[in-house]
T-cell receptor, first 115, second 114 residues
Framework: GNSVTQMEGPVTLSEEAFLTINCTYT??????LFWYVQYPGEGLQLLLK?????DKGSNKGFEATYRKETTSFHLEKGSVQVSDSAVYFC??????????????FGTGTLLAVQP | KAGVTQTPRYLIKTRGQQVTLSCSPI?????VSWYQQTPGQGLQFLFE???????NKGNFPGRFSGRQFSNSRSEMNVSTLELGDSALYLC?????????????FGNGTRLTVT
């Protein structure tokens, strides 16, 4: 079945450090891939998405490239800020799931950025 | 534009009771989904509704049910509550319910079962 695997956290970085959060997926079809972010006490917010192989999603300095050959969608940011501290979720949506709008999530990675 | 609104934010119930959670999607959005978030199981899909019809259901017991009204507002119900039902319940909406449309989440309802 479809699944998403994320690197375990927590990830602790100093401000202005480079961030990578690894995400790999297993899917039967050609999924769309997403990164969502959850701040304490809140729901999830869409960070970025990519709908086909080699697409790069980007937003707020974060980037991720859809790599079909390695089934990966790693999240990167060149210089993190304290305000980036949150839990990051990688997710996929598979068209083979039928006429439905359903996401399969990874376990989430907690990022803590220290000043 | 108002976001997805979930009420109430917090609920405390005892085992055996039932509970109803409410979700108002973004205006104009026709698809509403529900997810359960727990530390042990992470985010798990409960069900999705589109134009008042349930299109998909996750692997949860029949105690979990939902519905969608003609104005796209949705409710989910959990009957005969168990301790393991304690979780954050998240509602999400999308404009057209297409399989890869981004979901817009509410802030959730935190349910505690004692």
């Amino acid at each position: 079945g479809n699944s998403v695997t994320q690197m375990e956290g927590p990830v602790t970085l100093s401000e202005e450090a480079f961030l990578t959060i690894n995400c790999t997926y297993t899917a039967t079809g050609y999924p769309s891939l997403f990164w969502y972010v959850q701040y304490p006490g809140e729901g999830l917010q869409l960070l970025l998405k990519a709908t086909k192989a080699d697409d790069k999603g980007s937003n707020k300095g974060f980037e991720a490239t859809y790599r079909k050959e390695t089934t990966s969608f790693h999240l990167e940011k060149g210089s993190v800020q304290v305000s980036d501290s949150a839990v990051y979720f990688c997710a996929l949506s598979d068209p083979d799931g039928g006429a439905t709008n359903k996401l399969i999530f990874g376990t989430g990675t907690l990022l803590a950025v220290q000043p | 534009k108002a976001g997805v609104t979930q009420t109430p934010r917090y609920l405390i119930k005892t085992r055996g009771q039932q509970v109803t959670l409410s979700c108002s999607p973004i205006s104009g959005h026709r698809s509403v989904s529900w997810y359960q978030q727990t530390p042990g199981q992470g985010l798990q899909f409960l069900f999705e509704y589109f134009s008042e019809t349930q299109r998909n259901k996750g692997n949860f017991p029949g105690r979990f049910s939902g519905r969608q009204f003609s104005n796209s507002r949705s409710e989910m119900n959990v009957s005969t509550l168990e301790l393991g039902d304690s979780a954050l319940y998240l509602c999400a909406s999308s404009l057209d319910g297409v399989w890869n449309s981004p979901l817009h989440f509410g802030n959730g309802t935190r349910l505690t079962v004692t």
